[in-house]
């Protein structure tokens, strides 16, 4: 399956083969860098090995995990890139989850001011969230993502083979953007989610496919996230910074796990202010704690997740920014809750029993 | 005197007064972050702190000098944004010579995935260079300009009066992208330049609208320097890498002075290539050394240079790419030239004797 992001770059879902690295060799790049983590060096680069014979290639591998994505790892980057001799007439490869392809993205596009990219991911989430929509960037002072840029790749290679290097946690993790996709936009695709609670018997092609079909066509109407990309934001205001505020404790989650417990938080906000039905929010909620269990979020946090929220690079200082649901399927930007509120949709979420 | 770049936005070359502010206050932004260094906080923000009056103003000040412009200095200001409460719907002014508008610019616009700027250009050469083209970023590795991007402001600001706060030796030193713009696109330009050599009595906002007038059409047919923009880099080839080896010794060349030396250089390279006449070539050289005078390139420093000339983002490993002039007023883009002929244009350098 191909997708066309407007005229920028194409996204292939299919086995990396010959045909992606021929359209490669045809842009006739000075070299190639290849950037990946220690997990994707052992478990996915011998999957795209054999196609590099004949190139000019330099590969470069960073410690895995989101707390190395930061500016001290891109100053090491950049500092292979020259050492390796790389020009802005080279061609980087970005092999590795939503971190590689970031902070890869990141790395290319402010090398000698930009050279070209190709996106690479091998996790489930960036497969679906990270390859579409050009933000690229690094964790800054704290906050995810709060330094980087919009540029877009030249190819998104997705290869489902990937996912089967991952374990089950993180699949499940990578899910919780398929399932954000389907309730910010597609009713149906919500209704074919119900059935899919067990997550080894999915036709991982065809479900990435539609899932990164409904991505594109939100950022191809909003490049730069001045409105209706917004919606791409559900779940993630508090997910966010629950996700930050757990990063360095023992009890971290992963960003698909806090983005399950901020669309909880959000889908209870969407109610309280009278848009989502006790029905739906019934539904969604059962739906999410089945996939994604009930880690407690400590109350004690409550007050530094809000500050986390103030720093989100969507709010400014005094207002926070939401995008709430109406229905599975439609959802509304530019809402906001006062930071009371917010503390009210945790609690709620602790507080939650589900009937067996 | 205004010229509009494309429709992306408007150079306005004037007195800086209430129009300027009234302007950017109808943008309603949530607040506004001045980036200066020590040298513009005393002697140019005084002459707009006027209009700041009930806006939201927070001021940075960093240390001055290309030395600073590193990736540490990006840090503290990426950080001081942060604990200023700054957002994307905020807009940042760089008032100051090239490092603050090429730093402060790159800042602005990976903070946060990138916030409106305005350049407030306070150097001849910033005025005249910097200010049109949308280069942005920082040295790096030893390398000028090395990390960055291609970005917009959202209005340069071009206040001839800020020149009477430099030194004479500035005012020459920015003179040379002058001379430089002339030379390469404009022989009517160039006569009158040769009038121009004390540089005391100059109609500044006619000579820098010409200029930027210049540099402002090169642009528009190439904003990404993939192809006509590289007639800019005439005397940058070979003066850069002057410049960066010169940077931490005691005789360091200001950036117009070092690029007066690449321009002598590089015209030589265009009379050995049967292009530029020996009668150009003598005018040439004697205009810029009665300018900028005769220092003299360490000999034990060609080959190190040369390595420099390697890391420009221009080129490729193995090849170095010139600009050359035909005559005064036409240039030619992608020639080439070997490392021991660039070391030979060097050696002529440094034996002009230029008769009285």
């Not at 021929?22 to 994707?40: C, F, N």
């Not at 509120?341 to 507080?351: A, P």
Request: charged content about 25%; proline content about 3%.
């Amino acid at each position: 399956m191909t997708l066309d992001v407007g005229e920028a770059y194409r996204i292939r879902i299919e086995t990396i083969g010959d045909d992606h690295f021929s359209w490669l060799r045809q842009r006739k790049y000075a070299g190639w860098v290849i950037i990946m983590d220690e997990h994707t060096k052992q478990y996915c680069f011998p999957l795209i090995n054999n196609y590099l014979a004949g190139e000019q290639v330099v590969t470069v591998t960073v410690a895995q995990g989101e707390r190395h994505k930061h500016l001290e790892t891109c100053r090491d980057l950049w500092e292979e890139l020259f050492r390796a001799g790389a020009g802005r007439r080279w061609c980087c490869l970005n092999l590795g989850g939503g971190v590689i392809g970031d902070m890869g993205g990141f790395v290319a596009s402010t090398f000698k001011r930009g050279m070209d990219f190709v996106q690479i991911p091998t996790t489930l989430l960036s497969q679906v969230d990270a390859s579409v929509g050009g933000k690229l960037g690094i964790d800054f002072f704290g906050v995810k993502n709060s330094i980087g840029l919009f540029a877009d790749p030249v190819a998104v290679w997705i290869d489902p083979r990937f996912l089967s290097t991952l374990p089950d946690r993180e699949i499940r993790s990578g899910f919780a953007e398929v399932v954000k996709h389907a309730l910010i936009a597609d009713a149906a695709e919500w209704e074919r989610l119900q059935a899919a609670t067990q997550l080894d018997h999915v036709d991982w092609a065809s479900l990435i496919g539609r899932s990164v079909d409904i991505k594109r066509r939100i950022v191809l109407d909003d490049p730069l996230e001045r409105g209706a990309r917004k919606a791409l934001n559900f779940g993630h205001t508090i997910g966010h910074a629950v996700e930050s505020y757990l990063l360095e404790g023992e009890d971290r989650l992963l960003h698909g796990e806090a983005i399950a417990v901020g669309m909880i938080c959000e889908s209870w906000l969407s109610h309280r202010a009278g848009r989502l039905s006790a029905h739906d929010l019934d539904t969604i909620v059962n739906y999410l704690i089945r996939l994604y269990g009930h880690p407690e979020i400590p109350e004690a946090g409550f007050p530094a997740m809000i500050g986390l929220m103030r720093q989100d690079k969507k709010n400014d200082a005094d207002e926070i920014n939401f995008t709430f649901l109406d229905s599975p399927g439609r959802h509304v930007v530019n809402e906001t809750a006062t930071p009371e509120v917010i503390q009210e949709s945790l609690r709620y979420y602790n507080r939650i029993r589900i009937q067996p």
